[in-house]
């Protein structure tokens, strides 16, 4: 009896130790900034531009601009860059570093204002439906990378490339294999942790990423068509620019930078409070956009070779430069060399996707961040299940007349980006203010930043105005 009494007595001990180990590891989270942080100048600039060089430099950009006049596109897009895209990136760098939180919990912290600390949100659901769609292209380019080892992407006519690009696109198992296989990737990668994961990750692939970059270029400014290639991308016409030109290239700018989907913000909670903002920001346009031009250089040198117009659309990656390499010499080398470069672009890029998700569900639910990356990496899963197979099986579902694909794509890139930035923009133009965003982005006035007004000015009144006016363009509301 005694000792039944005793081992209740223990039991009870124990049950109440339980309890109070876990309200002091729960104190401990609440009341210390535990936060991860990356570990190097050198880990902050090559995560964030990992983050910015993804699909859209590689795959969107030489697309949109070959649709979109050339030289003109490039020319708008630069401009775009550096009015919109270095202001938008510094005001979520300041969003994300002044809080040290994800996306969601920043803007609770920065103000009690009702709409405005909910504006995380907006970045959250960016990032849900991206990783509906944009692991589906991810996981083509492993497809490509397989049938460039097996050596299947020679002798192919143009027809039959675009037939065999269309038969696996909307065939139901083996996207779905790539898919789950990217995110799985992704998965461990996101486990690892900001510094020993995505930081390391980034150190290790950008560099080859770049180097296989300046070889691919030197091999297409090699081929015959190289003088007409560079003439289309680089000749500035000014009649070209049309209204639609300004708002592919706006579009493209936002969406090549990551902005307006909580990425930049929740990457900016794990910098240091040393770390540089105005060079982090110039840095990471300057590598995005420079990346995004040589990937230009690759395929429209190459496209004028074999005299396939360059206008192609989204296609012009999956169909139309497979068939190019396939007629140079060792074209599968080349095609292996390219649709690695893609895979390791999309594969940062999808990392801070999905960190940004992981930061929200492990911050908010107060859940490990195993279990958080797991619970992503499963919503990821099913998301693109589904926009994988709205290209074929579920073809019929659709919304707005769109597959879900394209839904999902369209709600992203044009609605929830740009709806993002400009709230974004005025928040921190009326709300937060002149005073403290210098002073921020400053370090406290330790760092010279010449143009801190300058961005202050932007953010205030350019940014709102300027993306008012496209996004409501975009949506057929007013026609500029
Ligand atoms: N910037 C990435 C690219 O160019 C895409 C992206 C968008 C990444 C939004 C994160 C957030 O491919």
């Not at 124990?14 to 210390?32: D, M, N, Q, R």
Request: proline letters at 3%.
């Amino acid at each position: 009896m005694q000792i039944y009494y005793f081992f209740s007595v223990v039991q009870k001990l124990a049950a109440s130790f339980c309890i109070f180990a876990c309200e002091i590891k729960f104190f401990w989270l609440v009341t210390t900034d535990s936060r991860a942080t990356f570990g190097s100048k050198f880990g902050v600039i090559l995560a964030s531009v990992g983050s910015a060089v993804g699909l859209g430099n590689v795959w969107r950009f030489p697309y949109e601009a070959g649709a979109n006049g050339g030289g003109a596109f490039l020319a708008v897009y630069l401009c775009c860059v550096f009015v919109l895209g270095i202001p938008m990136l510094l005001a979520e760098f300041y969003v994300g570093r002044a809080t040290h939180r994800g996306a969601v919990g920043a803007f609770r912290k920065l103000t009690g204002n009702p709409f405005f600390s909910r504006l995380g949100y907006l970045g959250v659901l960016s990032s849900l439906f991206i990783l509906g769609f944009y692991p589906v292209v991810a996981g083509w380019t492993f497809e490509y990378i397989w049938q460039s080892l097996t050596g299947n992407l020679t002798g192919l006519t143009s027809e039959e490339f675009s037939a065999s690009f269309g038969a696996f696109s909307s065939s139901v198992w083996r996207p779905l294999l790539w898919v789950v296989a990217f995110l799985l990737l992704t998965h461990l990668i996101i486990a690892g942790g900001v510094q020993k994961g995505i930081e390391r990750c980034s150190k290790m692939m950008m560099p080859v990423l770049f180097v296989m970059l300046v070889v691919l270029c030197i091999r297409s400014l090699m081929l015959s068509g190289a003088r007409e290639g560079l003439e289309f991308l680089f000749k500035f016409n000014p009649s070209d620019i049309h209204p639609s030109v300004v708002l592919s290239a706006m579009g493209q700018a936002f969406f090549s930078l990551s902005l307006g989907a909580g990425c930049m913000i929740t990457y900016a909670s794990y910098f240091g409070q040393s770390t540089d903002l105005p060079r982090t920001a110039k840095v990471v346009a300057l590598l995005d956009t420079l990346i995004a031009v040589l990937a230009g250089v690759v395929i429209f040198p190459a496209v004028f070779t074999f005299g396939i117009a360059p206008t192609q659309g989204p296609n012009l990656v999956f169909v139309t430069l497979p068939n190019i390499f396939s007629q140079l010499p060792m074209g599968n080398l080349w095609s292996l060399l390219f649709f690695v470069l893609l895979a390791i672009a999309a594969l940062t890029s999808v990392i801070s996707i999905h960190q940004v998700v992981t930061a929200y569900v492990e911050e908010e639910f107060r859940l490990s961040h195993a279990k958080s990356t797991t619970v992503v990496t499963v919503v990821a899963i099913v998301l693109s299940v589904f926009g994988s197979l709205s290209l074929g099986l579920l073809g019929n579902l659709t919304i707005g007349g769109m597959c879900l694909f394209d839904a999902m794509d369209y709600a992203t890139a044009k609605i929830l980006m740009p709806l993002g930035s400009m709230f974004i923009s005025i928040f921190l133009g009326w709300k937060i203010g002149r005073t403290k965003l210098v002073d921020e982005l400053t370090n406290g006035g330790t760092v010279r930043f010449r143009m801190a007004g300058l961005i202050a000015f932007v953010l205030k009144y350019v940014a709102p105005i300027l993306i008012g006016l496209i996004f409501l363009s975009e949506l057929g509301i007013i026609i500029i």
